[in-house]
C-alpha cells in the first residue's frame, strides 16, 4: 500500500497550491480519502474528506470556501486545491485513506506547505 502526496511547498498569503495523493495496493474507491494537517505544535487535525460513492463531502471549518477536495477514482488519486492561503495553513499535509468496510487505515509520508506573510 502506498499513499505519495505531492504539490507542496513554499507560497505567499493569498496564493493557491494543489496537493494530491497518488494511491496504490488497495481498492481505492472502497475508501473515504482524507486530508489531514498538523502545525507544529499541534495536534494533527482533519481538514477534508471526501465519500467515494456519493462523491459527498465535508471540510473543517477554518478551510470552508478556499478548499477544495475531489478524486478520480480512475487514476486512484485525490485532490486538494487550495486557494486564498494564509499564514496559519502552514503545516504538514497527510493523505489518509480509511476503508468503509473494515479498519485498514492508511497514511502518505506529508507533504510541507508553508505560507509566508
Known amino acids: 500500500v502506498q499513499l505519495v502526496e505531492s504539490g507542496g511547498g513554499l507560497v505567499q498569503t493569498g496564493g493557491s497550491l494543489r496537493l494530491s495523493c497518488a494511491a496504490s495496493?488497495?481498492?481505492?474507491?472502497?475508501?473515504?480519502m482524507n486530508w489531514y494537517r498538523q502545525a507544529p505544535g499541534k495536534e494533527r487535525e482533519l481538514v477534508a474528506h471526501i465519500i467515494s460513492n456519493n462523491g459527498n463531502t465535508a471540510y473543517a471549518d477554518s478551510v470552508k470556501g478556499r478548499f477544495t477536495i475531489s478524486r478520480d477514482n480512475a487514476k486512484t488519486t485525490v485532490y486538494l486545491q487550495m486557494n486564498s492561503l494564509k499564514p496559519e495553513d502552514t503545516a504538514v499535509y497527510f493523505c489518509?485513506?480509511?476503508?468503509?468496510?473494515?479498519?485498514?487505515?492508511?497514511w502518505g509520508q506529508g507533504t510541507q506547505v508553508t505560507v509566508s506573510s
Open positions: 495496493g488497495f481498492t481505492f474507491s472502497r475508501y473515504v
Open positions: 489518509n485513506a480509511r476503508s468503509m468496510y473494515s479498519g485498514a487505515d492508511y
